[in-house]
């Protein structure tokens, strides 16, 4: 069988603190479910399993929550997943495998994220000291090979030469695009708490780029994606289900690659290139991209590693305008991606801590 996507939901993206503060993953989540289901012409007796990316929650199985939540049948188990930033993506791919095995015909597959709710971290003391809080887990099992990931983006600055005025820059563009996309991306967001927009996207200038406080190198509060609250959900089906839709974008490959952990910036060019040779395309051929701007840097070093096309990335603007839930935000480039992508073939990029990358296309 064949796997396509035949509808695509996310919430608005809120900032750490803001409006969705007090929102439970089940509560941010579920209410996506009813929109994919409704929107692709499937009944939830027909959805064989939810498979959600969730990166900071207390563990449990937080998709099983959310198919409860959301009113899917008892039987759905649901399949929690964490990849970090790569994780949303990396559901779908999932959803695919499970599809094109003939495992089920209908599956929800995305991410969910609260960093406003994330629970306090404590690492217990075998000599039976106090516990030590700490805040990132890590990621190999090198310190001096697992590094902070601003730390490793100032890094990737430096290497490449690409100087602050570069990365603000493409800050700039960010905003401006999802400024003048806000319109278009009624369609893809499903209001919570009667909030229907992007609660970062702003006017953003080179003069408050500027004063932007810097985190580390010339990585700055402006060219770096701040930690937010969302989710983003899509309902992946067979080649039978898919004909009752009125849109249906097929999946056609993808991949996920672990390359060198203290660069998990360039992940994602290998995983690009690696889906792009499974589907028999170049990167000249694609009509869209949704690259991840976790950094400024880390979409400009992808997109020329790769050799995109930079006018066809992130026409909607990215998470340097929007925010990083980090289990939802791969899911979030799909979303975008279904909703923009009209004919050809379309990419979804992310990188993750550790030197992941991981990437998806879809075609129209």
Known sequence: MTAFVTAAFRTPVMPRGGAFAGLSLQELAAPLVTACLTAGGVAPDEVADLILSNALGAGGNPARVVALAAGLPQRVAGL????????????????????????????????????????????????????????????????????????????????????????????????????????????????????GADGFTRHLTAAVAARAPVISGTITAANAAVAADGAALCLVVSDRLARRSKRALRILGGATLGGRPEEPGLAPVAAIVRALDRAGICAAELSLAEMMEAYAVQAI???????????????????LARGHPIGASGAILAVRLFHDLRAGTGLAAIAAAGGLGTALLLGA
């Not at 709710?117 to 990621?139: E, H, K, M, N, S």
């Not at 070093?301 to 998470?319: H, I, Q, R, S």
């Open 80 to 195: 929690t997943i964490d990849r970090q930033c790569a994780g949303g993506l990396d559901a779908l791919l999932l959803a695919q495998a499970l599809i094109e095995a003939g495992q089920a015909e209908a599956v929800l597959a995305g991410g969910v994220e609260s960093y406003s709710r994330r629970p306090i971290r404590l690492r217990t003391d075998p000599g039976g000291g106090p516990a030590v809080p700490y805040d990132q887990p890590p990621f190999t099992p090198w310190p001096d090979r697992d590094p902070d990931m601003a730390e490793a983006a100032a890094r990737l600055a430096r290497s490449l030469g690409i100087g602050r005025d570069r990365q603000d820059a493409w800050a700039l563009r960010s905003h401006a695009a999802a400024l003048a996309a806000a319109g278009r991306m009624q369609g893809e967001i499903v209001p919570l708490l009667g909030i």
């Open 301 to 319: 070093a992808c997109v020329e590693g790769a050799g995109l096309d930079p006018d066809l990335v992130n026409g909607g603007g990215g998470a």
